[in-house]
């Protein structure tokens, strides 16, 4: 198995306020300790894309353990 040397320690995620954690846990897809290189960071922003409150994400490494996660959300249409 390839060794990718510095694993994921730390997330940040900013931005979020109307978009479910659970949602971003899952579109994320990342563990804390997997190989920090390894992590798509494309397929990472395009799943929270996918998410209907997410209109724009930004995925960064900041090696060598973390992730910095920015979401732009969607503005809600009206207020029922």
């Given at each position: ?11 940040y995620?900013?931005?979020r306020s109307?978009t ?20 798509p ?7 929270l ?10 995925v ?21």
């Amino acid at each position: 198995t390839p060794r990718f040397g510095s694993r994921l320690h730390t997330t940040y995620l900013e931005g979020r306020s109307r978009t479910p954690m659970a949602e971003v846990e899952k579109a994320l897809g990342i563990e804390t300790g997997q190989p920090i290189l390894a992590i798509p960071l494309e397929e990472v922003r395009a799943r929270l894309e996918q998410l209907p409150t997410v209109k724009h994400a930004t995925v960064e490494r900041a090696l060598p353990s973390t992730l910095h996660v920015q979401l732009i959300e969607r503005e809600p249409v009206a207020v029922w």
